[in-house]
């Protein structure tokens, strides 16, 4: 299978729980999401703010694609509104990995930087419709 669309080489790609989904992170600052089922073009090609997207992950229930650059900036995707809504978290620091716990309630960023390392929890919230 061949996935033609980035323009530079990848470094990160996640599955879909269900499998039928698989995410590519490139240099070019580019997500996509193909749906290997028909992977003639990308379902979504999702745009970072400044570097390469060097970490991809799907949430366990698979409603969220994290997408984490080199530096200072994490995407969360909602996978259900066909990545069309996303938060962006903004950080300061070289980011090290990133992970959903395995009840898909938390999300988790590790912060590599000699004055401020850290690892940073976010909890799910549910959307109140009003």
Same mark, same amino acid.
Request: aromatic fraction near 12%; charged fraction near 20%; glycine fraction near 8%.
């Given at each position: 299978?061949?996935?033609?669309?980035?323009?530079?080489?990848?470094?990160?790609? *996640?599955?879909?729980?269900? +499998?039928?989904?698989?995410?590519?992170?490139? &240099?070019?600052?580019? !997500?996509?999401?193909?749906?290997?089922?028909?992977?003639? !073009?990308?379902?979504?090609?999702?745009?970072?703010?400044? +570097?390469?997207?060097?970490?991809?992950?799907?949430?366990?229930?698979?409603?969220?694609? *994290?997408?984490?650059?080199?530096?200072?900036?994490?995407?969360?995707?909602?996978? +259900?509104? +066909?990545?069309?809504?996303? &938060?962006?978290?903004?950080?300061?620091?070289?980011? *090290?990995?990133?992970?959903?716990?395995?009840?898909?309630?938390?999300?988790?960023? *590790?912060?590599?930087? !000699?004055?401020?390392?850290?690892?940073?929890?976010?909890?799910?919230?549910?959307?109140?419709?009003?």
């Amino acid at each position: 299978m061949k996935l033609k669309g980035h323009g530079d080489y990848s470094f990160a790609a *996640a599955w879909h729980p269900a +499998g039928h989904l698989l995410a590519t992170g490139n &240099q070019d600052s580019t !997500t996509r999401v193909w749906d290997i089922r028909q992977n003639s !073009t990308p379902l979504a090609v999702l745009a970072g703010s400044m +570097g390469a997207i060097r970490s991809l992950r799907f949430s366990p229930d698979g409603a969220f694609l *994290a997408a984490a650059e080199p530096a200072d900036f994490v995407h969360v995707y909602d996978v +259900g509104l +066909g990545f069309s809504s996303v &938060q962006e978290i903004d950080l300061f620091g070289e980011v *090290a990995g990133i992970s959903f716990s395995p009840d898909a309630e938390a999300f988790f960023v *590790a912060i590599a930087d !000699t004055l401020y390392s850290s690892l940073v929890q976010f909890q799910r919230v549910e959307r109140q419709e009003f």
